[in-house]
């Protein structure tokens, strides 16, 4: 794989005051090492502006996702032939395992997370084939889309509390989230991002913005245009729906 993007997976936080003492502690760290330590935070910005504007702007979600047609994508290469097969046989091993004939609605969260987990891996990871200009294994990205379709009525499970439930659809975070801070709170910034108005020499700014933003801002690109390469899929296109009707 010549781009290595990890897909981002967001944690389920216990509902206890331990989880809120150490957010709360988290959001004033700024706070307490300035007033305590008189130490500001290194400048490490997610969104810079561009050389000579005013203001900063978020990351185009249309850059970096252009199509390549079919005729010019390329046969995988050994690895990631035998990467696919990999997946194809353990994604086979669990539709056995979630047979539909079975009451599924009897299966452990556990059991039921792992699989999701796998498809989720699975289309990530054929997508990223693509993203690279090779083919995608259809058969994988069937069977994943085949488990996700039998892990569904899980979710309707009545013996299944709402934090159970909420483990199984944390699994699909992975698909919709491109890495977007999406904190629910206001962090505070203990300086100023970089830009003309705060007495930067445009060559210098331009400079920092290179050396700060260029990778982070290339990351954001890159998995933004990969998931949408996985929803592109007619395959998987019905799953939100799905999920939705439990």
């Not at 997976?9 to 307490?32: F, G, K, N, W, Y």
Request: proline share 6%.
């Amino acid at each position: 794989m010549t781009r290595r993007i990890l897909p981002v997976a967001a944690p389920l936080l216990p509902d206890c005051v331990t989880t809120e003492v150490m957010l709360e502690r988290h959001q004033s760290d700024l706070i307490r090492d300035f007033l305590v330590y008189a130490r500001l935070p290194a400048f490490h910005s997610k969104e810079l502006p561009g050389p000579g504007t005013r203001g900063s702007t978020g990351p185009n979600p249309h850059l970096n996702t252009v199509e390549i047609p079919d005729s010019d994508l390329i046969v995988p290469n050994d690895r990631a032939r035998k990467s696919s097969a990999f997946l194809l046989k353990s994604l086979d091993a669990l539709l056995t395992e979630w047979d539909p004939a079975k009451d599924i609605t009897l299966m452990s969260r556990e059991a039921a997370r792992r699989a999701a987990d796998l498809a989720c891996i699975a289309l990530w990871f054929e997508a990223s084939l693509v993203s690279d200009g090779m083919r995608s294994n259809a058969r994988v990205i069937k069977a994943a889309c085949t488990l996700v379709q039998r892990i569904a009525p899980c979710i309707s499970a009545s013996r299944w509390t709402a934090d159970e439930r909420a483990t199984i659809l944390l699994a699909f975070d992975v698909l919709i989230n491109d890495g977007e801070d999406a904190a629910e709170h206001t962090p505070w910034k203990g300086i100023m991002d970089p830009d003309v108005d705060t007495g930067i020499k445009r060559r210098a700014l331009a400079q920092m913005m290179h050396r700060n933003g260029s990778k982070v801002e290339e990351e954001f690109k890159t998995r933004r245009g990969l998931l949408q390469k996985i929803w592109c899929s007619s395959d998987v296109c019905w799953i939100p729906s799905a999920l939705y009707h439990y």
